[in-house]
């Protein structure tokens, strides 16, 4: 089972930055991906970014060149540095991440709670 803990939304406004953490907490032998996914009102859950325990990194195609996805292996920690704001980034942040609990369980995915993001124009 693993816990996963955002912060660092808030409210910015447009052209600024934020940086979102999530801890990742529990029992499991090993995170690969952990990544970033967005929802704002009526829209679908989108990807914002993924990052693999070797770093490799992927990103949707609205936040390419704005966004850094980075990651703590050690400390079971991903970050997300958003910079250049748009109105259109509003949205509650939601960190996910794929572990294994043991070498040759399957993988499974978490979500966090969440956190508000919100950019004003």
């Known amino acids: 089972q693993v816990q996963l803990a955002e912060s660092g939304g808030g409210l910015v406004q447009a052209g600024g930055s934020l940086r979102l953490s999530c801890s990742a907490s529990?029992?499991?032998?090993?995170?690969?991906?952990m990544g970033w996914y967005r929802q704002a009102p009526g829209k679908q859950r989108e990807l914002v970014a993924t990052?693999?325990?070797?770093?490799?990194?992927s990103y949707g195609d609205s936040v390419k060149g704005r966004f850094t996805i980075s990651r703590d292996n050690a400390k079971n920690l991903v970050y997300l540095q958003m910079n250049s704001l748009k109105p259109e980034d509003t949205a509650v942040y939601y960190c996910?991440?794929?572990?294994?609990?043991?070498?040759?369980?399957?993988?499974?995915?978490?979500w966090g709670q969440g956190t508000q993001v919100t950019v004003s124009s």
């Open positions: 996910n991440a794929y572990s294994k609990r043991y070498l040759l369980s399957p993988e499974v995915g978490y």
């Open positions: 529990g029992s499991f032998f090993r995170i690969n991906v």
């Open positions: 990052i693999t325990s070797d770093r490799s990194t």
